[in-house]
């Protein structure tokens, strides 16, 4: 089943972006911070979207699966 990640931790570097490509069901990356060129290199040659720069403000009433 594929998922969105959503990342609130700030900017996204290439150790990261490995990972989540790893997992192989995200399909859409979303981040309040930025996402390194080389991390927007690997999320496109593993077909994931990504939006970057949100404001915290637009997740506010985003709840956490329990």
Do not use: C, H, Q
Request: no cysteine; glycine share 6%; net charge negative.
């Amino acid at each position: 089943m594929p998922y969105i990640e959503v990342k609130t931790i700030g900017n996204i570097y290439k150790g990261l972006a490995k990972s989540i490509a790893s997992k192989g069901t995200i399909k859409v990356v979303l981040t309040t911070g930025k996402i390194s060129d080389t991390a927007k290199r690997i999320f496109e040659e593993n077909n994931i979207e990504w939006v970057e720069n949100i404001p915290e403000s637009e997740f506010s009433n985003i709840k956490e699966e329990s």
